[in-house]
C-alpha cells in the first residue's frame, strides 16, 4: 500500500477528540504527540520494510535510520525502541543476527535503549523499530508550521530510490550504490542537533512518498506553497542518467499519480527530473522551513558538520497548488 492511499484511509476515520493527542494523523506529520503533562509530551513512530540492499548488516542499519528518523523530524530525542522483525525460512540465524546486529548499532548510536520486540514468519524478510521520545510540547516540530517567507533546506540527496533499483538491475555497481547506502545509515539526529538552536517553523523527513509527497503534506498542512527550485536540489551521481534511462521504481509513478492535481511543473522540468522528485526514499534527509534570516546561519551550521544541505526553495503564500516546482 503506498502512502497516497494510507492517507486516503486515515481520512475517512473519525477526527479525535482528545485534546492531549497534540500531533496526530490529520497532518499526515512523521509521528504522533501526546501530552502527558503540560511540560511533558511522548512522542511515538512505527516503520519497517523489506531489505534494500543485500548485506543484512547494513539493511539493520538504514531500517533502523529510517525509523528513528520520524522522531529527528519531530525535533526530539529517541528514548526506546523496540524491535519488529518478519523472518521467512531463507534466512539463517546468522543472518538474522547479523539484521538486529545492524538495528542495535544504530540505536546505540543514537542514545536510545532496544528494550524488546516482536517477531512472526513471513515469505519475506521485513525489519524496523518502533520509537519512542519525550520532551516538551513547546519544543515539537512538526510539519504544520510552515511560513511565507521561509527558506526550504534539505540535508540529503535525492534519488536512493533509483539507485537501489539500478542495484537490483546490475545497472551500476556496488561502488556507485555505496554513496546512497552511507547515507541511508547516517542518522538525521545530526543534522537534528545541527539546526536545533535555530528556528524551525516546520520539519518533515524525505522517504517513501518521496520529496514532492512529503513536501506537499507540509504545504498542506501549513497552508501554503512551496516553491522549489529543480537546479538546487542536491541529487547522488548518476541518478539523472538513470531517470532518463527509464530506470525508475514503480512506486515514483504511483506517488506521481496521486500528487498530479497538487504539484505544478514548469515547462522545462523533465520527466526524468519528475521521476527523481517523486522516486520512493528510504532514510532520506531532513526538509526544513526556517525563517530565511536564519538561513545562512543554519545552512553553515548544517555543513560544518559534514551535513549535505543545500536551500532548495522557500515557503510562499498558498495558490493554486500545494507546489510549484521551477
Avoid at 500500500?1 to 486516503?8: D, I, K, N, R, T
Avoid at 517477531?119 to 521520545?133: I, M, N, Q, R
Amino acid at each position: 500500500m503506498g502512502p497516497g492511499a494510507l492517507s486516503e484511509m486515515l481520512k475517512a476515520l473519525p477526527a479525535n477528540i482528545d485534546p492531549a493527542l497534540l500531533v496526530g494523523y490529520d497532518t499526515s506529520d512523521d509521528a504522533c504527540v501526546y501530552a502527558v503533562r503540560d511540560d511533558f509530551a511522548l512522542i511515538q513512530t512505527l516503520d519497517f520494510f523489506p531489505p534494500i540492499v543485500d548485506d543484512p548488516f547494513q539493511y539493520g542499519q538504514i531500517a533502523a535510520a529510517n525509523a528513528l528518523s520520524d522522531v529527528y523530524a519531530m525535533g526530539a530525542t529517541p528514548t526506546l525502541a523496540l524491535n519488529i522483525l518478519c523472518v521467512p525460512s531463507c534466512l539463517t540465524p546468522a543472518e538474522v543476527a547479523a539484521i538486529l546486529a545492524g538495528g542495535a548499532q544504530k540505536v546505540r548510536e543514537a542514545g536510545a535503549v532496544i528494550a524488546g520486540g516482536h517477531s512472526v514468519e513471513d515469505a519475506e524478510p521485513k525489519y524496523g523499530l518502533c520509537v519512542t521520545a519525550f520532551a516538551h510540547p513547546t519544543k515539537i516540530w512538526s510539519n504544520a508550521g510552515a511560513q511565507p517567507g521561509d527558506a526550504l533546506i534539505l540535508t540529503k540527496p535525492l534519488g536512493n530510490g533509483i539507485l537501489a533499483t539500478a542495484a537490483k538491475q546490475d545497472k551500476i555497481t556496488q561502488a556507485d550504490f555505496a554513496p546512497a547506502i552511507a547515507a541511508m545509515a547516517t542518522l538525521n539526529k545530526y543534522a537534528r542537533d545541527a539546526a536545533a538552536s535555530f528556528t524551525v517553523h516546520a520539519c518533515t523527513d524525505i522517504t517513501g512518498f518521496g520529496f514532492l509527497g512529503h513536501a506537499s503534506e507540509m504545504a498542506i498542512a501549513s497552508g501554503v506553497t512551496l516553491h522549489i527550485r529543480a537546479d538546487a536540489l542536491p541529487i547522488f551521481d548518476g541518478v539523472r542518467e538513470l531517470a532518463h534511462a527509464g530506470v525508475v521504481p514503480g512506486g515514483a509513478k504511483r506517488n506521481a499519480d496521486y500528487l498530479a492535481n497538487k504539484i505544478h511543473f514548469a515547462p522545462h522540468i523533465s520527466e526524468a527530473m519528475q521521476s527523481i522528485l517523486h522516486d520512493p526514499q528510504t532514510s532520506g534527509g531532513l526538509l526544513l522551513s526556517a525563517p530565511a534570516v536564519q538561513r545562512d546561519a543554519l545552512l553553515t551550521a548544517l555543513q560544518t558538520g559534514d551535513i549535505a544541505a543545500c536551500m532548495v526553495g522557500e515557503v510562499n503564500p498558498l495558490c493554486a497548488h500545494a507546489i510549484e516546482v521551477v
